[in-house]
Structure formats: structure tokens, C-alpha cells
């Protein structure tokens, strides 16, 4: 069975760092992108950052350029989420999904469509306190 599993949420003050760890198993990583998605009370799901489980491509939304980066250990099938300079608008429920690679499809674009996505995994929240 496919599984993702995100993990490292918690409570942080503004300014803060965390770092999520998505954990993933029953398919073959380098296959795959995986990517990190948003979702606030009341609002939509946004994609922040996805990256190529084969060469470590990745992509970063506009919304937190700057401040997140995703990395991934190919070895342990994990993905990573690095998240500095915390906002209270960054607080959420942060979720890992996967999708299989399409050399047609261009990572910025897996972010904008959350739909696409064929696995999910159960989200962990980010509260950012100000």
C-alpha cells in the first residue's frame, strides 16, 4: 500500500523554524514527485514546494520563496520541508502528497493544481503564534 506520512508540525512563535519530514512508502520514489501543500481554515490548498524524487528538481511557491526549501534523502524515501522566518499566516494543516513524474508537466505547475496529486497523506499542523 502507498503511504505518506507527514510529521514535525507543532506551535512556534514568529520568526521561528521547523522543519516537516514526509515519510513515504509502496512506490518507487524516483517515480514520483512529492509535494507539500497548505491548507488554512477557510481557505483553498496551496502548494508550497514539491521536489523530483530522481534528481532532486525541485520547485518553491511564489508565496514563500525565500523563507521554505525542500530537500529529500532518496536512501530513507523521505522528503523534507524546511520552513524559516515563520508568519502567523503560514499556519495550517501542511500535507505531503505524491504524483507520478511527467517530464510534460512542469514542477511549478503540480503546485497549482493540489487535484492532481494521486496520494495524500494524513497532514500535520503549523501554528505560527505572533
Known amino acids: 500500500d502507498v503511504q505518506l506520512q507527514a510529521s514535525g508540525g507543532g506551535v512556534v512563535q514568529t520568526g521561528g523554524s521547523l522543519r516537516l519530514s514526509c515519510t513515504t512508502s509502496?512506490?518507487?520514489?524516483?517515480?514520483?514527485?512529492i509535494g507539500w501543500f497548505r491548507q488554512a481554515p477557510g481557505k483553498e490548498r496551496e502548494g508550497v514546494a514539491c521536489?523530483?524524487?530522481?534528481?532532486?528538481?525541485?520547485s518553491i511557491a511564489r508565496s514563500v520563496e525565500g523563507r521554505y526549501s525542500a530537500a529529500s534523502d532518496n536512501a530513507k524515501r523521505t522528503v523534507y520541508l524546511q520552513m524559516n522566518s515563520l508568519k502567523p499566516e503560514d499556519t495550517a494543516v501542511y500535507y505531503c502528497?505524491?504524483?507520478?513524474?511527467?517530464?510534460?508537466?512542469?514542477?511549478?505547475?503540480?503546485?497549482?493544481?493540489?487535484?492532481?496529486?494521486?496520494?495524500w497523506g494524513k497532514g500535520t499542523q503549523v501554528t505560527v503564534s505572533s
Open positions: 521536489i523530483s524524487g530522481d534528481d532532486g528538481v525541485k
Open positions: 502528497a505524491a504524483v507520478r513524474r511527467n517530464s510534460a508537466v512542469p514542477l511549478a505547475m503540480i503546485l497549482l493544481f493540489p487535484t492532481g496529486m494521486n496520494y
Open positions: 509502496g512506490f518507487n520514489f524516483d517515480d514520483y514527485i
